[in-house]
């Protein structure tokens, strides 16, 4: 079974300033990890994803991401925040034990951008 | 560049009427899959259908609930009779999965959302 946990449900952060968004997994299989952002009022958007290889992914408008397997945990960062950044991020771990790979998600952080 | 399309956008119904909500997977994609959202809160899986046949489905997803891939090409979620608690965002989503050569991202659609009066 694999569960993702997302620190915070909410994070604030000014213009420009660093954007850090937790996230630890729990799977009994190597992992497969995920991020994706929810625009108001659209779909959820794929931003980046680990699967082999490097641990440093980089994804869409400026994000990425470190697998760190020693500590479970895939926080997504942007060194500058700008306003339109601001969303609802979830982390999501696939089941890499089945055919479908069926995806996991955390709870949610909703980022806000202050001016 | 191929998208999950979703209709309707929004739909409001009466309590205890049936719905159909429909999706247009991405049409090389292999496993199709409804999630929820109440608002305000997280995304839920509701099921998962591969190979013509429900593959996994949550404990959401009770009697009231049937999915259906009618013509190869649509992929429909009916609630046989709606509650109130059913008001929700349902997104569709498809993968190629694993077997197809992905790595299970789901690419989701824009999302219908229900309201149950």
């Known amino acids: 079974a694999q569960s993702v946990t997302q620190l915070g449900s909410h994070v604030s952060v000014s213009e420009g300033a660093l954007v850090l968004l937790r996230c630890n997994y729990s799977s009994s299989v190597p992992p497969y990890l995920f991020w994706y952002v929810q625009y108001p009022n659209q779909g959820l958007q794929l931003l980046l994803k680990y699967t082999t290889g490097a641990t440093l992914v980089k994804g869409i408008n400026g994000f990425e991401a470190e697998f760190k397997k020693s500590e479970t945990s895939f926080h997504l960062t942007k060194p500058s925040a700008h306003m339109s950044d601001a969303a609802e991020y979830f982390c999501a771990v696939s089941d890499t034990n089945t055919n479908a790979g069926k995806s996991t998600f955390g709870d949610g952080t909703t980022l806000t951008v202050k001016p | 560049e191929p998208e999950v399309t979703q209709t309707p956008s929004h739909q409001v119904t009466q309590m205890g009427q049936e719905v159909i909500l429909r999706c247009v997977p991405i049409?090389?994609?292999?496993?199709f899959y409804w999630y929820r959202q109440i608002l305000g809160q997280k995304v839920e899986f509701l099921v998962s259908f591969y190979n013509n046949e429900i593959s996994e489905k949550s404990e959401i997803f009770d009697d009231q609930f049937s999915v259906e891939r009618p013509d190869g090409s649509n992929f429909t979620l009916k609630i046989r009779s709606t509650k109130l608690e059913d008001s929700a965002m349902y997104f569709c989503?498809?993968?190629?999965?694993?077997?197809?050569?992905?790595?299970?991202?789901?690419?989701f659609g824009e999302g219908s959302r229900l309201t149950v009066l």
């Open positions: 049409s090389n994609h292999l496993y």
């Open positions: 989503a498809s993968s190629l999965g694993l077997a197809g050569g992905g790595a299970g991202e789901l690419f």
